[in-house]
């Protein structure tokens, strides 16, 4: 039986694309195998050569203890995200900086940028090069927080709060160290500063209700405004409400909303800003994920008030979620904030309108 001599021809070329193919399959298994997990580290010992935006991005995490690597591409930049996400799952991996485990827990946290913190690495660097004086803008304390998401979103407030404040030459962030430093003595050697006591008194279902208690806020700074060569000052308490604190409860011995505002009511009322942290004003900024509990809680300060210039409310639905990717925005300055009985206020321009 004859063979045709073309079939003999095309056999060796068939071998080659085979063999090409197979290559193919076990390099792209082989890269599969090698690629490195989001969850866990995995040192390759490569030496990693330290440059300034490095040493940025170590600075902004020491300011704000966690941020999302889209948040911290905006501030240190780079003209490729991709290329920075793997800058930082390189420093990452060789233990400069660490993506905290609580982030693990949220169904949606593959699909979204992940969230970093100094790493013992990274703070070596800072101290060596002496670095030590940065400040941090939050006032969360170390070690891991049961609260992540909250916490996240209280550094996700301070970080657009700072982007627009540093595109703004006209405007100054003053951190809550500076407002410290400034406090009476009494209150700078207190064991929590910032717990500011308060007495409450409220009627609920017929009966009048008090309690002694204190309000923490969930962070606190100032803003200080230049114009026509003037300097003029806000302060400010805020309050990251992603709508787990009940509006409302029976009683004023359990945290709600409620006993939140007649806390902060009592410090305006009294003027407890000036004699406990030395400052002289203070608004109330509210920061809610979900409008309609935005809306509740203003009902209830209007019920409670009959309105007040000193509460200041916004949702920003993103900020600390695992739903959806945040962006840094300066929107959250720039945009008005809604006030119950007065018209919105943005707290970007320094303004005469009387706070009480």
């Given at each position: 039986m004859a063979i045709r001599r073309d079939i003999w021809q095309r056999i060796p070329e068939h071998s080659e694309r085979v063999h090409a193919n197979i290559s193919s399959v076990q390099a792209s298994v082989m890269q599969n195998l090698l690629r490195r997990s989001r969850m866990h580290r995995t040192r390759t010992g490569k030496r990693i050569e330290l440059?300034?935006?490095?040493?940025?991005?170590?600075?902004?995490?020491?300011?704000?203890?966690?941020?999302?690597?889209?948040?911290?591409h905006t501030f240190v930049g780079g003209a490729s995200e991709t290329?920075?996400?793997?800058?930082?799952?390189?420093?990452?991996?060789?233990?400069?900086?660490?993506?905290?485990?609580?982030?693990?827990?949220?169904?949606?946290?593959?699909?979204?940028?992940?969230?970093?913190?100094?790493?013992?690495?990274?703070?070596?660097?800072?101290?060596?090069?002496g670095m030590v004086d940065i400040e941090p803008r939050t006032l969360l304390a170390q070690g891991a927080h049961r609260q992540f998401a909250h916490s996240l979103m209280i550094c996700e407030i301070?970080?657009?709060?700072?982007i627009a404040v540093r595109s703004d030459p006209n405007l100054r962030f003053i951190p809550w160290q500076e407002i410290l430093a400034k406090a009476p003595e009494?209150?700078?050697?207190?064991?929590?500063?910032?717990?500011?006591?308060?007495?409450?008194?409220?009627?609920?279902?017929?009966?009048?209700?008090?309690?002694?208690?204190?309000?923490?806020p969930d962070g606190i700074f100032g803003l200080e405004y230049t114009a026509d060569r003037k300097k003029?000052?806000?302060?400010?308490?805020?309050?990251?409400?992603r709508a787990t604190m009940p509006v409302v409860r029976s009683n004023l011995n359990q945290t709600s909303y409620m006993r939140k505002i007649l806390g902060y009511r009592d410090i305006i009322a009294r003027q407890i800003h000036k004699s406990h942290l030395g400052i002289p004003?203070?608004?109330?900024?509210?920061?809610?994920?979900?409008?309609?509990?935005?809306?509740?809680?203003m009902?209830?300060?209007?019920?409670?008030?009959?309105?007040?210039?000193?509460?200041?409310?916004?949702?920003?639905g993103a900020l600390g979620s695992f739903d959806q990717a945040p962006t840094l925005t300066p929107q959250i300055l720039l945009d008005s904030w809604l006030r119950v009985g007065f018209p919105p206020l943005c707290i970007a321009a320094p303004s005469a309108d009387n706070v009480k």
């Open positions: 440059t300034p935006r490095d040493i940025e991005i170590f600075r902004n995490l020491e300011l704000y203890r966690y941020l999302r690597s889209t948040f911290i290329r920075f996400k793997e800058r930082l799952g390189d420093l990452f991996h060789e233990g400069y900086i660490d993506r905290p485990s609580q982030q693990w827990q949220f169904a949606n946290c593959r699909y979204l940028p992940a969230v970093y913190e100094n790493g013992e690495g990274a703070r070596r660097v800072l101290r060596e090069r301070l970080a657009c709060i700072d009494k209150t700078r050697k207190g064991d929590n500063p910032f717990q500011i006591p308060v007495s409450i008194t409220h009627t609920l279902g017929g009966n009048v209700l008090r309690v002694d208690a204190s309000v923490i003029t000052y806000r302060f400010f308490a805020f309050e990251a409400d004003n203070l608004l109330v900024l509210t920061v809610t994920t979900n409008e309609r509990h935005m809306a509740e809680i009902k209830l300060l209007s019920e409670l008030t009959d309105g007040s210039a000193a509460f200041l409310f916004k949702t920003m």
